[in-house]
């Protein structure tokens, strides 16, 4: 499982691989994190439930980084803790978050741009592009 970013010439660009769809998930948020620089305080700060539904597995991810990118915003809190319970293209995600003490770059939103989830050597990957 793991990240790194990968050139793009206006947005940001992040490839992501793991062994299944949940860790795929699991990996796109470290990614995302690590994208914005994220810097967060020790201690636990927020929890946050929710649940999800798509037509196919990369419009849950985009779904699922969105819904993430949303809270962090909102919350002001980076995901150290996630844990994903999937069924289909049905997600449930519990988040848990400490305070951002220091971001250096900001992601607007998760595009559709390219997008698609393919089995590899390495398992499941993909790229996926954010808006800046």
């Known amino acids: ?3 790194c970013e990968v050139p793009h010439t206006a947005d940001l660009a992040l490839s992501v691989w793991a062994k299944d769809i949940p860790g795929l998930f699991l990996e796109a948020v470290r990614g995302m994190a690590a994208l914005m620089e994220l810097k967060m305080e020790p201690g636990q700060y927020s929890t946050r439930e929710f649940t999800l539904a ?3 597995v990369e419009s849950l991810l985009v779904a ?3 819904e993430v990118l ?3 915003e909102t919350d002001q809190a980076g995901y150290v803790d996630i844990e ?3 069924e289909n293209f049905h997600l449930l995600a519990c988040l848990v ?3 951002i003490k220091e971001q250096s770059r900001q992601i607007k939103a998760v595009t559709f741009h390219n997008l698609a989830i393919q089995h590899t050597e390495r398992g499941l990957e993909t790229v996926i592009v954010f808006d800046v």
Request: no cysteine; glycine share 12%; charged share 15%.
């Open 64 to 66: 699922f980084l969105s």
């Open 54 to 56: 798509a037509e196919d």
């Open 84 to 86: 994903i319970r999937m």
């Open 70 to 72: 949303y809270w962090m």
């Open 1 to 3: 499982m793991g990240y």
């Open 97 to 99: 978050g400490n305070p």
